[in-house]
């Protein structure tokens, strides 16, 4: 049957006359599906051509005129829900295509989303054995791994896959008020003394965040200097801790950034630790995106340190390239998270059930239901398997190494930060008209270079980077090289766009 014969046959049927109402229509349901994959590979197949649009670029109020939103009163053809897909797919940002720079996460790797689809058919719960045996065995098994590779011992360590690297941060932020002091949980922050926390200023927002949710406060969250390429200095730590104790604060807790957001700098772990001993703080390691170099065996000294860490958060949705949302906290401490978390709902967690209930690890986590997101994890890394992963993240390493020569080499170019650490390249590029002025005119008229960029690169369609400015910094492009589908070729693309759309600025 061509397409055509499978619209007409299809086409003006309901959901209803699908399974699982109708069973008998099964053979209709598989076209309806099959139709579906059809779209998705459609578009997978052009979101890797480099010669399409990464966007077709609208404003909202655009937007809306072009695409119905709303909800109809009857329900919709079959046809016309494929329809819908399309549509939704034509105008969303391609963030799997080869020159999409502009996040941490990007790329869209096909055996992840293999097991996105899978994860979405199986549409289980993970919060009992009862209800996914298998995907509750994986996710220990996938999290003993990461435990090895973070350096704690076979006997130590917990975790528990989050709803993204901002909650992990949160549950190791929570985790660390309960270890010190247990009775917040009953009774609120009124039993505890004025708890403060410790991170660089260049580290994540959700830090801060996390102080603010957990009742400490977002102003007790003392931003920490750091240095010239974004890492924490550990003098400036050890003052401001001294400095809050004189003044009657206590401190508890200090997040080390491991491949911070903006620089991809990696904070001296070993020092903060050090320092975490000294005056007995919790010391977290947020090596959300920087904790994939940890399967690199030449990269991952980077990482020295973060054996030392009472919890660590790790995103496989970043480096790893796992797709949306894998994220994972690990408390190094046996037990501590359940204690934390645990409020022993008698509906889910009966502790009479016919096997062993430690594997419910429902009451671990702060969420009820939460979402599977090891499947996708494991079939991705089964796939690549250790070497793969090795060779994947070294490459990017060189990627991002022979960018950063071309930008220190080609002419309107120059590094914001001269050596980076790791895939985030944060530049500037100077229009010809600019090259000449005084320094400090310089900087205030490039501040609006970058965003001018930006909007004409959007209107084409065929690039996109992110760019930002900082405490003393005009805004800047902030490269990120960790789609595994970029080439030089790509790189060099992205350097000669830039040039062509800043000529006449
Ligand atoms: C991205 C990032 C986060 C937040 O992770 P989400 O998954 O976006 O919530 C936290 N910390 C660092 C260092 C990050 O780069």
């Known amino acids: ?26 053979e209709e349901t598989r076209m309806f599906l099959q139709k579906i994959v059809e779209i998705l590979l459609e578009y997978i197949r052009e979101e890797n051509d480099r010669s399409s649009k990464i966007l077709e670029f609208h404003h909202p109020a655009e937007m809306l005129q072009i695409l119905d939103l709303s909800i109809p009163d009857k329900p919709m053809t079959l046809s016309e829900l494929l329809n819908c897909c399309r549509e939704v797919l034509k105008l969303g940002v391609k963030t799997g295509h080869p020159r999409f720079f502009n996040q941490i996460s990007c790329g869209l790797d096909l ?22 045996p298998v995907f509750i065995l994986m996710e220990q098994e996938i999290m003993r791994k990461m ?71 977002a102003d007790n969250c003392f931003a920490i200097r750091s240095d010239a390429i974004g890492r924490m200095i550990p003098e400036a730590l050890e003052q401001e801790i001294i400095r809050c ?54 990269y991952r000294h980077k990482l020295a340190g973060v054996e030392r860490a009472n919890s660590v958060t790790w995103n496989p949705h970043k480096l790893m390239g796992a797709l949306l949302q894998c994220s994972a906290c690990f408390i190094r ?29 429902g009451d671990k986590a702060m969420q009820c239901g939460r979402h599977n997101d090891i499947f996708k994890l494991w079939l991705m890394w089964r796939s690549k398997g250790m070497e793969g992963y090795r060779r994947q993240i070294n490459r990017l390493m060189e990627l991002a190494e022979y960018f950063t020569n071309r930008i220190k080499t080609t002419e309107g170019y120059e590094m914001v930060v001269a050596k980076p650490e790791f895939l985030n390249i944060c530049f500037w590029y100077v229009p010809e008209s600019l090259r000449l002025l ?3 005119e310089k900087m205030a008229r490039l501040d609006k270079v970058a965003p001018k960029i930006k909007a004409k690169m959007m209107e084409r369609g065929t690039t996109m980077v992110g ?10 492009f902030r490269m990120i090289i960790s789609n595994q589908a970029i080439t030089h070729n790509d790189l060099d693309f992205l350097i000669e766009e830039i040039i062509n759309l800043g000529k006449n600025l």
């Not at 055996?111 to 996914?132: D, P, R």
């Not at 690297?165 to 003394?193: D, E, Q």
């Open 1 to 26: 049957m061509n397409s055509d014969e499978v619209i007409k046959r299809i086409g003006n049927l309901h959901a209803t006359d699908l399974l699982p109402q109708n069973v008998k229509n099964w």
């Open 111 to 132: 055996v992840s989303m293999a097991g996105e689809w899978l994860t979405a058919t199986a549409n289980t719960n993970m919060f009992t054995y009862e209800i996914a």
């Open 147 to 217: 435990i090895e590779l973070i350096g704690w011992s076979p006997d130590e360590g917990d975790g528990i896959f989050t709803p993204g690297g901002a909650i992990a941060n949160l549950y190791a932020m929570n985790a660390a008020r309960h270890h010190c002091f247990p009775r917040a949980k009953p009774l609120g922050m009124t039993s505890v003394p004025t708890l403060c926390a410790f991170t660089s200023e260049d580290s994540h927002y959700s830090i801060k965040g996390a102080a603010a949710v957990c009742g400490i406060g």
């Open 245 to 298: 104790k004189k003044d009657g604060l206590h401190p508890f807790f200090v997040c080390a950034t491991a491949g911070n957001t903006v620089y991809g700098a990696f904070d001296p772990l070993p020092q903060i630790a050090d320092i975490c001993v000294r005056h007995g703080l919790w010391f977290h390691v947020d090596a959300a995106w920087g904790g994939g170099l940890l399967l690199s065996p030449e």
């Open 333 to 361: 401490q046996e037990g501590l998270l359940f204690q934390t978390n645990q409020m022993s709902a008698d509906y889910l967690f009966q502790q009479d059930k016919p096997y062993d209930v430690s594997y419910d690890t």
């Open 438 to 440: 005084d320094p400090k």
């Open 467 to 476: 760019y930002q400015p900082d405490k003393q910094r005009p805004n800047f």
